[in-house]
């Protein structure tokens, strides 16, 4: 809803699965993003019925292990160093995953077989979001900043994740 | 209501309407992609009530998408408190 600019005739707009998985951990994330790609889906027109299930794997499931890649760096870089490296490049990396998942979704539908199928889709698609994962690193990373400066205890919250029992 | 809910939900609400305006119209990476390549769009099969984040009876764009903006934010909060609030009640009964 909200896009940002990326380069002129090109926008943006932030996913929001590894800010989710940051604090709630991997499975609240699946569960947050698929309520919100179905009441977009359905209110707005946005993604589409249809393309439902593409979504949430695209922008649920593969952004919920992008919590893997924080949490990895995290453990290597500490201090205030490593949550921001951590949070800015999971979250860049879940941008960019997301869009070659779509690209491969896109590339082996039929509607695309004639435009080059994946051979087409997969690159375009990760060009873009290479560049569009700047912002949504710049926006998580910024969020997440902030959010520990006012309520560091947010990040303490218990997290949701296979390991936890 | 807590004094943290309250206070988030009023900066959510201005932020909603500070960046409005500001939001880019340019089309996104995945349309960009369509349109590069050519793909003509299948018609949808789905006639959402408030598409594309605008509101058919409101003739200013700013207010309609402030407000479908707004309802889907809400709905967004209240579906998502709902469900929490079942996962909580059914982990207690469990007693783990």
Redesign the interface.
């Known amino acids: 809803m909200l896009n940002f600019p990326v380069v002129i005739g090109t926008s943006g707009h932030i996913v929001g699965g590894t800010l989710i998985a940051i604090f709630l951990g991997p499975y609240a994330t699946i569960i947050s993003q698929t309520i919100i790609l179905v009441i977009q889906a359905f209110l707005f027109s946005d993604g589409g019925i249809t393309a439902l299930g593409a979504n949430v794997f695209n922008m649920g499931v593969v952004s919920a292990l992008s919590y893997y890649v924080y949490t990895a760096i995290r453990m290597g870089v500490h201090g205030k160093e490593g949550l921001i490296t951590a949070t800015s490049i999971a979250s860049w990396a879940s941008t960019v995953l997301g869009a070659v998942a779509c690209g491969f979704e896109l590339g082996v539908s039929s509607t695309f077989q004639p435009y080059g199928g994946v051979a087409m889709t997969v690159p375009i698609m990760a060009l873009w979001h290479a560049l569009i994962g700047l912002g949504e690193a710049f926006i998580t990373s910024s969020i997440v900043t902030y959010t520990v400066k006012v309520r560091p205890d947010l990040l303490e919250l218990e997290k949701l994740a296979p390991h936890v029992r | 209501m807590e004094r ?1 809910v309250k206070k988030t939900l009023v900066a959510t609400i201005v932020a ?1 309407a500070m ?2 305006p ?9 349309e ?2 369509v349109e ?4 003509k769009a ?1 018609t ?10 605008t509101i058919d009876v409101i003739t200013n764009s700013y207010v309609s ?1 402030f407000t ?2 707004l ?2 934010f809400l ?2 909060l209240v ?2 408190w709902l ?1 929490g609030k079942a996962a909580w009640v059914r982990k207690a009964k469990r007693g783990t």
């Not at chain 2, 500001?22 to 995945?30: H, V």
């Not at chain 2, 590069?36 to 793909?39: C, D, H, I, M, N």
Request: charged share 10%; hydrophobic share 50%; no cysteine.
């Open positions: 943290w909603l960046l409005i500001l939001a880019s119209t340019f089309p996104d990476g995945l960009r992609v590069t390549l050519g793909v299948e949808g099969v789905w006639h959402a009530p408030m598409p594309d984040y998408t479908a903006g309802t889907g709905i967004v579906v998502t469900i």
